[in-house]
């Protein structure tokens, strides 16, 4: 019989509507408010955003600086740089791009400030425009430089027959060509209930995989669990499964050579997605000429599994 264990760190509370605790994308899905913030968050921020929101607050942020400055030189007076043509959004435009030349000291030579007063300016501009690219220099190594799994895990679980025992599985693999060095897995299931004052809460309980560790894993990972008598799930039916508010919690570790480090991953999978009766494609194979073949777009292909 399955035993009860402390709480992981997610906390026993609950609620009929809760949702679940880590979201597809490995993220905690917590809501933060009345935290206090920092600057030195904006560092974490920019560090952590995928690649497009990245060079989308980078243009937007040139963009910004360059259109306030060529605000600066307009009041100033457009004179200063080049030759008025009469029309308020040409002079804009010749001061946006005598303010791009500036702040990335390029200096094309046609524009040029005229008089102390936008030499000043423009001598500052130039400072912000050294500060601001060694920041984004700074940033850009941050993002490669950060030790970060980059595991692919398989959309969904699937509940079929296993050695004669319903079994849960899912499956993971490496979205890179290197090969995970002795990747181990942790599982705990979360069941939301109703205790006796009609409270809900939730019951934690460690869920014992076929192998929780590998040496290594260059193609596939098919990861088990059967349902018998040591199983937490052992009491439920199928039917009862696909209606339980569950969600196993998975921490994935390995060694990775990239960064000469261990690094972690977190997922989960809510038992309600469940698929029954089917089984995983299999996602390598052999050419003619003995290579092994590893098709990252099967690594959630399903096929029809009879009960036995």
Do not use: C
């Amino acid at each position: 019989m399955a035993k009860k264990i402390k709480d992981p760190g997610i906390g026993k509370f609950s609620n009929k509507n809760a949702k679940r605790f880590i979201n597809p994308d490995g993220f905690f899905n917590i809501k933060h408010i009345n935290r206090p913030s920092s600057l030195s968050e904006s560092y974490d921020y920019l560090i952590g955003i995928s690649w497009w929101k990245f060079f989308l607050w980078v243009v937007l942020g040139y963009i910004l600086i360059n259109s306030l400055f060529a605000l600066v030189y307009l009041y100033l007076g457009i004179s200063g740089i080049v030759e008025p043509t009469g029309s308020v959004f040409r002079d804009f435009l010749n001061a946006f791009f005598f303010s791009a030349q500036t702040i990335t000291t390029v200096g094309y030579g046609a524009m040029s400030p005229n008089g102390l007063l936008f030499g000043i300016v423009s001598s500052f501009e130039a400072l912000i425009g050294l500060l601001s690219f060694s920041f984004i220099t700074g940033l850009l190594y941050g993002r490669f430089s950060k030790p970060r799994a980059n595991i692919q895990f398989s959309n969904h679980m699937v509940l079929r027959k296993h050695n004669d025992v319903d079994s849960i599985m899912f499956r993971l693999m490496s979205r890179s060509a290197n090969v995970m060095i002795r990747p181990k897995i942790e599982a705990t299931i979360a069941i939301s209930q109703q205790n006796k004052n009609k409270e809900f809460v939730n019951n934690f309980y460690n869920l014992k995989l076929e192998r929780n560790s590998i040496t290594y894993l260059p193609t596939t990972w098919t990861v088990v669990h059967a349902i018998n008598e040591s199983s937490p799930l052992q009491q439920f039916d199928r039917e009862m499964l696909s209606k339980l508010n569950a969600e196993v919690l998975l921490l994935v570790s390995y060694y990775d050579e990239s960064f000469s480090q261990e690094v972690h991953q977190v997922h989960s999978y809510m038992l309600k997605d469940l698929i029954q009766d089917q089984d995983f494609t299999p996602a390598f194979y052999y050419d003619d000429k003995g290579y092994t073949i590893l098709d990252h777009d099967k690594l959630d292909k399903t096929e029809t599994k009879m009960p036995q």
